[in-house]
Nanobody, 123 residues
Framework: QVQLVESGGGLVQPGGSLRVACAAS????????MGWYRQAPGKERELVAR???????NFADSVKGRFTISRDNAKNTVYLEMNSLKPEDTAVYYC?????????????????WGQGTQVTVSS
């Protein structure tokens, strides 16, 4: 089994900064992509940022220049640094990872999600 455990999040004023982290654990052979999605009330879940194993990054247009994503492959952890936060960044942020596991000598890749962490930007 694989688990994604998020940390960080909380309440921050507009213009402030926040960092969330997500650590993967369990039956991990390799982690391909790690990333963050978010879902605001009444809206669909959307990609915020993702990073591949080789370090290629993608960002939603709405966060480019404000958010950065990084990962520590030795710790199976992905970080999202959020700067210049706006009220419209308020959402539940979900960690995502595509992880390869070894089952009976065979490698199988699956998608996993964290439980979500609330980020609220408000004065």
């Amino acid at each position: 089994q694989v688990q994604l455990v998020e940390s960080g999040g909380g309440l921050v004023q507009p213009g402030g900064s926040l960092r969330v982290a997500c650590a993967a654990s369990g039956n991990i052979f390799s982690i391909n992509v790690m990333g963050w999605y978010r879902q605001a009330p009444g809206k669909e879940r959307e990609l915020v940022a993702r990073i591949t194993k080789s370090g290629i990054r993608n960002f939603a247009d709405s966060v480019k220049g404000r958010f950065t994503i990084s990962r520590d492959n030795a710790k199976n952890t992905v970080y999202l640094e959020m700067n210049s936060l706006k009220p419209e960044d308020t959402a539940v942020y979900y960690c995502y990872a595509n992880i390869e596991s070894l089952y009976s000598g065979k490698i199988q890749a699956n998608d996993y999600w964290g439980q979500g962490t609330q980020v609220t930007v408000s004065s």
